[in-house]
């Protein structure tokens, strides 16, 4: 039987999923992650028939070799994981196996990049401009505007985005990110993009006004292919969603359509085919549907394609996988919810290492909640600076946007995270 490869770099709710598409298309499912403790080990031996420890999940040349001399060629190299997507797509075409070449992952994951393909592709988009030292903010808010977004320009999971309304407020906040980036776990931060250092340089944008939509799109032999469409009521001061739905309460047909050719757009200029990738998109007041970011190669994180898949029937996993493995899609079940479903998202508070997840008996009694998805377990290493999901619930019987708000501030309360 034929070996399917996942590459994961941390703890991740996507490996149990590709790995069972894995199967459902007739393959072995391998994983290959840095070394990992007995306990995870056997609850990882439940989902996948090998795994395999390497130290460097980022070293595409060791790892390919290492797939090669344990499984000669594989039918398919794939991750979730998105510090891996780079290094894994340049692994597949190591092995000769890659479906999108990794050159176009590479640029998808500097967001400096994508900016400058989605302008040269005529597509709406902020003002925006790289900053190298805090000297340089009034410069560049000259040149972007204020109020603007900092943000790192290779980060994920709103890590260390800052708004800011003065040239002051520019200024500090580099000096944050300058201070904390090198100090962060993520190897990511520690990887050139070309000649930009990320843990020194970073992107500033204006500030773009108005609803916010996550949209997963299929690409396969150059057909784009949106799957769903989340609105996201409400997000906290650090960027971080709390909720979630689908479709998204008052927007008509017309300006969803708007909001997936966005997104349809963005993929097609920069390149990506045959993958998967979540964009996100604001409905600018000036400029309409504009991209915030495309995050290339994976699915939307945590359980929203859970979300898409109740909804829809589509499975983007299994979508994921069969992209990977150069096979027809796959057979699409019928919607088994097909009305309006939220997603709460439940965060630590502080940092730390997590002892102990408290309270999911008592918030899935909750009459409105259809599912309770924990995607952390104890002994993990969590930031509030990191927009890690930690319990996911699927809702659903909510009324409207102040509903939901009232459900989340409700599942909070029960919900118990606790860290040292």
């Excluded at 290779?154 to 800052?162: K, Q, T």
């Amino acid at each position: 039987m034929s070996v399917v490869v996942l590459i994961r770099e941390a703890r991740g709710h996507w490996v149990g999923e590709v790995a069972a598409a894995v199967h459902a298309a007739g393959h072995r499912a391998v994983l290959l992650a840095p070394p990992i403790d007995a306990a995870e080990r056997a609850s990882l031996s439940t989902v996948v028939d090998e795994i395999v420890a390497v130290e460097d999940v980022y070293d595409a040349e060791a790892v390919a070799a290492k797939i090669c001399s344990a499984f000669g060629i594989p039918a398919a190299v794939v991750t979730g994981s998105d510090g891996a997507i780079v290094s894994t797509a340049r692994v597949a075409e190591l092995l000769g196996v890659a479906r999108c070449p990794a050159s176009v992952f590479a640029r998808c994951a500097d967001k400096s990049a994508v900016r400058e393909a989605l302008a040269a592709a005529g597509l709406p988009g902020p003002a925006f401009a790289l900053i190298s030292s805090a000297a340089e903010a009034a410069a560049v808010a000259e040149r972007v505007g204020l109020p603007a977004i900092v943000k790192p320009v290779n980060g994920a999971g709103s890590n260390l985005v800052r708004t800011v309304s003065t040239v002051e407020e520019l200024a500090a906040a580099y000096e944050l990110l300058a201070a904390r980036l090198p100090e962060s776990p993520d190897p990511r931060y520690r990887r050139r993009l070309g000649a930009l250092d990320p843990a020194q340089t970073f992107l500033v944008e204006g500030l773009l006004r108005g609803p916010e939509y996550a949209v997963d799109v299929l690409v396969r032999d150059g057909v784009v292919e949106p799957v769903e469409i989340l609105d996201k009521p409400l997000i906290d001061e650090r960027k971080f969603e709390l909720a979630l739905s689908c479709p998204p309460a008052g927007l008509s047909e017309e300006r969803a359509a708007l909001v997936t050719d966005a997104a349809s757009a963005a993929v097609r200029a920069l390149g990506l085919d045959n993958t998967v990738a979540h964009v996100e998109v604001i409905d600018d007041a000036d400029r309409g549907p504009t991209i915030v970011e495309v995050n290339a190669g994976r699915p939307a994180g945590s359980i929203m394609p859970l979300l898409a898949k109740l909804r829809t029937g589509i499975d983007v996993f299994a979508e994921l996988t069969a992209l990977a493995l150069g096979a027809p899609p796959p057979a699409r079940e019928p919607a088994k919810l097909p009305i309006p479903l939220g997603m709460l998202i439940l965060y630590a508070s502080g940092s730390g290492r997590l002892k102990e997840v408290g309270g999911l008996d008592e918030v899935a009694e909750l009459p409105e909640v259809v599912d309770v998805v924990t995607t952390v377990s104890p002994g993990q290493v969590l930031t509030d600076e990191q927009e890690t999901y930690a319990v996911n619930l699927v809702v659903a019987g909510f009324a409207d946007h102040d509903d939901l708000a009232a459900l989340h501030a409700e599942a909070s309360k029960l919900i118990r995270l606790e860290v040292e």
